[in-house]
């Protein structure tokens, strides 16, 4: 059986939960022989076997970036002759494998990473082609053999956002992590390297700069954290030039009144290699997940993974891999039902989630028996050798 895996996102170009995801499944799907695994992918040329990139059509360069998105699907389909299935992630591959589906006669699996309706800051990216994502999510969906949920909680949006599809054709494979990949790793050296001071406790977001990640309610919660607590933020990629500005405003804000005391406020932007953020990871007293949607958050699972005890919204699938009181701590959050995801009480969100960091940083052992038992969480609930087998045979059903 031969499968084509149809993603924007792919090693060496990801950015987000999404693309970890479709690598690390590829990768099991691939070691497991039985599936000839074929990767479609957006970008740059890549040199990896049964590996295809496709860049943009030159005659779309300057248009909206939903049309850009669809010419490389176009492209994508014409491509997927000879595939026995397709499988996309995202709604930027959701058109392809549509596409495909309908030109060349096969079944479509996609699996929900997230969802156009509840994500509607990203007007504020794509404009006028938010209605076309969310067009091409929505037809796909509905057309699709199978979809694969990422959590439970995402097979509830799915079907609430989407209920003309039929309930039978959507599953929940919970998303998955390397444990030998995502380890303890005890390099204090690197750490100072990145700014930070490994004897000293140390709360770390990573994170997009995107509205659903919740950046602005973290840094005014982490305003209540003592001076002598660092906080780490590997924040990069915007969605817009106004969430970036927020963002600079809330943390030049945040060091004047930490005053020059404090511990740091360490930003960076860039993409880190994975040593790097192992290593932040692994110093880290507290991990911080104050994200507002979040169909499961893959990243949870990777500090989780490193031994980090994890704070974090009690939204999503989130509630689904920490567990409250043991892996971490879950701050309660009752959200608008317009799809933004926004707290009701902004501010007393903030305080709860400070609470909750200042609960862990001030009971160092506490947040060290959290994070142990984290990852023995993930190691026995969440491999990907088991999530391929669930989904290998989900194709199986279908072909």
């Not at 608008?336 to 909750?356: H, K």
Request: glycine share 8%.
């Amino acid at each position: 059986m031969r499968v084509d895996i149809l993603t924007k996102e792919y090693p060496p170009e990801v950015y987000g939960g999404a693309g970890v995801h479709v690598a690390e499944l590829v990768r099991a799907l691939r070691s497991g022989g039985d599936v000839e695994t074929v990767v479609r992918a957006f970008g740059a040329p890549r040199e990896e076997p049964d590996t295809f990139s496709y860049a943009d059509l030159e005659p779309l360069a300057h248009t909206n970036a939903a049309l850009r998105t669809f010419g490389v699907d176009l492209a994508v389909a014409d491509a997927c002759a000879g595939a026995d299935l397709v499988h996309s992630h995202t709604w930027y591959a959701n058109l392809a494998g549509h596409l495909a589906a309908l030109l060349h006669g096969v079944p479509h699996v996609l699996t929900a990473h997230s969802l156009e309706p509840l994500r509607p800051w990203k007007a504020e990216q794509l404009g006028g082609g938010y209605a076309l994502s969310g067009w091409a999510e929505r037809t796909s969906y509905e057309a699709a053999a199978a979809v694969i949920a990422v959590s439970s909680a995402m097979r509830d949006d799915v079907l609430r956002s989407y209920p003309a599809v039929d309930p039978s054709r959507v599953h929940t494979v919970h998303n998955g992590i390397d444990t030998e990949l995502w380890r303890p790793a005890d390099d204090p050296d690197r750490v100072r390297a990145l700014g930070v001071d490994p004897d000293r406790p140390s709360v770390v977001f990573v994170g997009r700069i995107t509205r659903q990640k919740g950046l602005p309610y973290f840094l005014r919660s982490v305003a209540a954290l003592p001076p002598d607590v660092q906080v780490v933020l590997c924040a990069g990629a915007p969605d817009t030039p106004e969430i970036e500005a927020e963002v600079v405003g809330l943390v030049d804000d945040l060091r004047a009144r930490r005053g020059s005391g404090a511990a740091g406020i360490v930003w960076i932007a860039e993409m880190l290699p994975r040593a790097d953020v192992v290593a932040l990871l692994s110093a880290a007293t507290v991990f911080a997940c104050p994200s507002i949607y979040e169909p499961l958050g893959i990243v949870n699972l990777e500090a989780m993974a490193c031994e980090a005890a994890v704070v974090a919204t009690a939204t999503g699938g989130i509630p689904e891999v920490v567990q409250h009181g043991t892996t971490g701590l879950l701050v309660p959050i009752e959200q608008l039902t317009d799809g933004t995801g926004t707290p009701v009480d902004p501010e007393g969100y903030v305080a709860d989630f400070a609470a909750a960091l200042n609960e862990l940083v001030a009971d160092p052992g506490r947040a060290a028996e959290m994070g142990r038992a984290g990852r023995r969480r993930a190691i026995d609930a969440f491999s990907w050798a088991a999530i391929a087998e669930r989904t290998v045979s989900i194709y199986r059903s279908l072909v």
